[in-house]
């Protein structure tokens, strides 16, 4: 692609969350020169930027860790490895120090102590920009990828558009980090709307894997007016049909699956009636964004009902994510890196949502980690390796870049026939095989359709990309639902409702034609396929 602006440098990251901008101090840290191009304006767009959220802070004491190590592990289904958990709890303690040396104004108790479990996401991401100019990384914002570039050698740079003034980039960098965040689908979750899984499709049109991505039916509960997502809060709730009667059995953490199913044939409604005057303090004062709606809409949530709705996250809050290879969040492809919700996260959560606190301690750590390596990669390879004359990867998809002519079909009505099939509760939260199956014959139609073009009225390329992204990673999802004949950690199978300990292994996945799904370990040809 000619390109209206061209770069070179020797780290390349896409994606300007915290994983993005932790990478990318990271790597300038280490002496290389870095760009970082995120589609949204780095600081404010991205799941943490409009959000509240705890940090799996933990003092550095063997018996703190390990009480924090323990306390996930088996509603991860005993996915997750210490020695990882060991070294996020680490770097995310320095790190977050780190922060407080930045000049981030974490508050102080009673008692003077400064403290450093929660973020309040606008005044994090805003001082991480800060930081990113200070260390001279080159900002592209509202500048998606819209494909990688490789050679022989491997990944080799991305090349994108301005999506407000329609101008094309590309950047030649020795080493690349992923760090595009998860996929929510358009949920409609807070922060979420940039997040539609563009990072899979680049890594596996590269021919990078995936991991746990049947870990991805993460749902978490919210105002049925509202985007904010608070699961946590709903711990001092209590749950109830419309008439007011109590629902037996429901609950934020182990009822969930009890309200999924009443939503399915009414609404239910919550009051945080469990809540005394000093949670409900101290709730305010950690999360404020969450009351807004209800102050506006004069609802007291302590004292009177409110309809509640399950909010489909996918792999924000999911696992799922590109397969990283060693500690240094490589994958498989020379000088690809993935870090944040970009990458797999069953390290640390195995397969079970990290919620906010494990995610932003993987963003922090995995951040870290990939850019120092990705500097060392690109240095080791010389000043020259960023101007390779590599050729764009986009084309592994058999989707074209370009807009098809108005009687193709169009984006908005195809993004509505994927989020048909991971929306539905039905589908997603309780799954089978016949079900899944049926799913992906219909996303396979969607896919098959994208390759004859589609039709976006405003000529956009982002959001067909957008789509071809969102229609893979469903694909992926239910490939690997498929794979796993059990239940374990999110991942629930109707048909087969109970752990297997044989099936004690990750599952990978990818492909862009033909989907598949094998457990870790295995031979290619011993594999669940996607065909279409």
């Not at 409009?50 to 003092?59: A, F, I």
């Not at 991505?213 to 749902?219: G, P, R, T």
């Amino acid at each position: 692609m000619t390109a209206d602006f061209h770069f070179h440098t020797d780290v390349l990251i896409i994606g300007g969350g915290p994983a993005g901008a932790w990478a990318a101090l990271q790597a300038v840290k280490e002496g290389a020169k870095a760009v970082l191009v995120d589609k949204g304006y780095c600081g404010t767009s991205g799941a943490t930027a409009p959000s509240g959220t705890v940090v799996w802070y933990v003092k550095p004491t063997s018996d703190e860790q390990m009480k924090a190590m323990k306390s996930r592990e088996a509603l991860g289904g005993y996915l997750a490895e210490r020695s990882w958990m060991k070294r996020v709890l680490d770097c995310t303690f320095e790190q977050v120090n780190e922060l407080a040396h930045f000049g981030y104004p974490f508050p102080v108790d009673e008692k003077g102590i400064s403290q450093r479990t929660t973020l309040q996401g606008p005044e994090y991401m805003r001082l991480m920009r800060r930081q990113l100019q200070k260390a001279g990384v080159q900002i592209l914002d509202h500048s998606p990828a819209l494909e990688l570039l490789a050679d022989e050698h491997g990944v080799a740079g991305a090349c994108g558009i301005n999506n407000q003034t329609q101008e094309t980039w590309r950047v030649e960098a020795a080493a690349v980090v992923i760090a595009t965040g998860g996929c929510a689908f358009l949920s409609g979750a807070l922060g979420t709307n940039v997040l539609t899984g563009d990072g899979y499709l680049l890594a596996t049109e590269a021919g990078a894997a995936l991991s746990g991505m049947e870990f991805s039916n993460a749902y978490s509960i919210s105002p049925a007016f509202s985007p904010i997502t608070k699961s946590a809060f709903y711990k001092w709730a209590t749950f109830y049909y419309e008439d007011g009667t109590v629902i037996e059995g429901a609950g934020s953490h182990k009822g969930r699956s009890i309200i999924a199913r009443t939503l399915m044939t009414q609404p239910v409604y919550a009051r945080l009636d469990k809540a005394d005057e000093r949670i409900q303090k101290a709730m305010r004062l950690s999360q404020p964004n969450f009351f807004l709606s209800f102050d506006r809409l004069h609802i007291n949530p302590f004292t009177q009902m409110f309809p509640i709705t399950l909010r489909f996250e996918g792999t924000v809050r999911g696992t799922g994510g590109i397969h990283i290879a060693d500690e240094t969040c490589r994958t498989d492809i020379p000088g690809l890196y993935a870090a944040g919700d970009a990458a797999t996260r069953e390290l640390i959560c195995g397969g079970f949502t990290g919620g906010g606190s494990h995610n932003a301690a993987w963003a922090i750590s995995s951040g870290c980690w990939s850019g120092k390596a990705a500097a060392a990669f690109a240095v080791k390879q010389g000043r020259n390796a960023a101007n390779r004359h590599a050729k764009g990867l986009s084309e592994a998809s058999g989707i074209t870049k370009s807009v098809a002519s108005s009687d193709a079909a169009d984006t908005k009505e195809m993004i509505a026939s994927v989020q048909r099939e991971v929306f539905p509760y039905d589908r997603n939260w309780f799954r089978s095989e016949v079900r899944l199956q049926d799913s992906l014959m219909r996303l396979n139609a969607v896919w098959n359709e994208l390759k004859n073009g589609v039709y976006d009225k405003e000529r956009n390329i982002v959001k067909s990309r957008e789509l071809a992204a969102m229609t893979a990673t469903a694909r992926w999802m239910y490939t690997s639902a498929l794979e796993r004949k059990e239940t374990r950690g999110m991942h629930r199978r109707d048909d087969f409702p109970f752990m297997d300990s044989k099936q004690h292994y990750r599952i990978l996945s990818g492909g862009v034609q033909e989907v598949w799904a094998r457990p870790l370990g295995t031979k290619s040809s011993n594999h669940v396929k996607g065909v279409i």
